[in-house]
């Protein structure tokens, strides 16, 4: 497995804050998360996305994406995460429905979603702690809370990611599983250690270890895109974080990979929809040079 990618991908997740529901339930009881553009404003004010995630500490509950049929059980110790920050249900049974969760619902101070009920605790030793630890901030209110439950909220995302990556089945597809592909997991490894490297199809197989056609096809089967075009997209991933931290444009090409400022901003404005100079401004904050 390539833990180099995954640690460049997590690198590049910047949490902004996090809040934290801590919920203690009895059935019968169901609780709905409307959608993301509803949500942010009332518990994060300027933040353009949202991860949605429930741990379970005790009993067990349903979670179902609003629009599907099909629940999910989940049970102590386990946790679902909603990537996207889709609208769903949690519930004590399967079916039920809520109304959605409103502003005036959240009183200040409200701090992400833990299920507890009344059976034992899952045997994750890191989550549990983790989880014990914001149970304790949220109760005691010290100095820094804020601060520390948003440190907190990152450590729980990476490890629900290790945790997930480790049921993975060869089988399965996906980015994540791609890291666990001898040739793929290298390939996505060698892209995110250095994207300004003029990689090639052929020089990426050859560097690999495999024929340029099966590794081309083993690529789109698992990660879904084909490899050049990943690429295009890790540079301008990290071309924003670049820019995010207000670096000069012309650097940013060079360090993505790009001999031009104007051939780095063509494909920037093709993959992003702005070009680098309108992304980079419209989230300067007020009062930070341009």
């Not at 439950?149 to 945790?163: S, Y």
């Not at 060869?170 to 250095?194: T, Y």
């Not at 920037?268 to 980079?280: C, E, Q, T």
Request: proline share 6%.
């Amino acid at each position: 497995m390539s833990a180099d990618a995954l640690a460049n991908v997590l690198n590049t997740v910047r949490m902004t804050g996090a809040v934290f529901f801590n919920v203690e339930a009895k059935a019968p009881w169901v609780a709905e998360q409307c959608t993301p553009d509803m949500v942010l404003p009332m518990i994060r004010p300027g933040a353009d996305h949202l991860i949605s995630y429930h741990i379970v500490t005790e009993g067990s509950c349903y979670a179902c994406v609003l629009g599907e049929d099909e629940a999910v059980e989940v049970h102590a110790g386990e946790v679902i995460v909603f990537t996207r920050g889709d609208s769903h249900v949690m519930s004590s049974s399967p079916g039920m429905r809520a109304d959605p969760v409103t502003s005036d619902m959240l009183p200040g101070g409200v701090q992400l979603p833990y299920g507890k009920s009344d059976r034992g605790h899952g045997d994750k030793p890191c989550l549990s702690v983790l989880v014990q630890i914001a149970m304790n901030e949220i109760r005691d209110r010290r100095i820094g809370g804020e601060r520390v439950l948003g440190k907190i909220a990152e450590l729980m995302f990476v490890e629900v990611v290790r945790q997930y990556l480790e049921t993975l089945t060869p089988e399965q597809d996906g980015w994540l599983a791609g890291l666990k592909d001898p040739f793929v997991g290298k390939a996505l490894a060698f892209m995110h250690a250095n994207p300004g490297s003029d990689w090639g199809l052929e020089e990426l197989a050859r560097t690999v270890g495999s024929s340029r056609s099966e590794f081309a096809d083993r690529f789109v089967r698992l990660v879904g895109i084909p490899p050049m075009t990943y690429l295009a997209k890790w540079r301008m991933q990290v071309a924003s974080g670049l820019l995010n931290d207000n670096v000069n444009i012309a650097a940013v090409a060079a360090e993505v990979g790009y001999g031009s400022e104007a051939s780095f901003s063509r494909a920037f404005k093709k993959l992003v929809g702005v070009p680098p100079s309108v992304w980079r401004d419209s989230r300067i904050p007020l009062g930070r040079a341009a």
